[in-house]
């Protein structure tokens, strides 16, 4: 991994629905003190049961989530756009799952000052993350659904 100065433009700035509705000038200068990361393929970028100091977002490239171990299926893919490692952030609690890269990626990690500053700067960004994590919910109850219909064909 490697930390360089924070380049982003306005039109990769619009893909990224944590800054919906905010314009990167209102928050350029929060930004632009966060570290852009350049992972190379097959990296582990959060373990779980670790501390973690990072909200990522993904610029460029796809992770995959992956819960019990690094050898388990992923339960999610994420890609340009999304963000991961939220939760640890916001509650300081250790992280849940491990995410890998699975090609070469390129990454913004949003440590904790910086992200409540972004809240308090824009509540736009608060919003859509609550939005985020509701959809993730949602994904998860629907998932959780069709597992217990799966064990309940079998007998269970």
């Given at each position: 991994?490697?930390?360089?100065?924070?380049?982003?433009?306005?039109?990769?700035?619009?893909?990224?629905?944590?800054?919906?509705?905010?314009?990167?000038?209102?928050?350029?200068?929060?930004?632009?003190?966060?570290?852009?990361?350049?992972?190379?393929?097959?990296?582990?970028?959060?373990?779980?049961?670790?501390?973690?100091?990072?909200?990522?977002?993904?610029?460029?490239?796809?992770?995959?989530?992956?819960?019990?171990?690094?050898?388990?299926?992923?339960?999610?893919?994420?890609?340009?756009?999304?963000?991961?490692?939220?939760l640890s952030v916001i509650d300081g609690?250790?992280?849940?799952?491990?995410?890998?890269?699975?090609?070469?990626?390129?990454?913004?990690?949003?440590?904790?000052?910086?992200?409540?500053?972004?809240?308090?700067?824009?509540?736009?960004?608060?919003?859509?993350?609550?939005?985020?994590?509701?959809?993730?919910?949602?994904?998860?109850?629907?998932?959780?659904?069709?597992?217990?219909?799966?064990?309940?064909?079998?007998?269970?």
């Open positions: 991994m490697s930390d360089t100065i924070l380049t982003i433009n306005p039109a990769e700035f619009k893909h990224i629905p944590l800054f919906s509705s905010v314009s990167i000038f209102d928050v350029e200068d929060i930004l632009l003190k966060c570290p852009l990361l350049r992972i190379d393929e097959g990296r582990v970028i959060i373990a779980a049961g670790q501390p973690n100091e990072r909200l990522y977002i993904v610029l460029r490239g796809t992770v995959s989530v992956r819960l019990d171990s690094l050898d388990a299926p992923p339960v999610a893919h994420l890609a340009r756009g999304d963000v991961f490692g939220e609690e250790p992280t849940s799952a491990f995410v890998v890269t699975e090609e070469r990626c390129r990454l913004l990690g949003l440590d904790r000052d910086a992200l409540w500053e972004l809240f308090r700067r824009t509540p736009y960004i608060a919003n859509n993350l609550l939005s985020i994590l509701s959809r993730r919910v949602r994904t998860s109850n629907v998932q959780l659904e069709e597992f217990q219909g799966r064990i309940k064909e079998l007998g269970g």
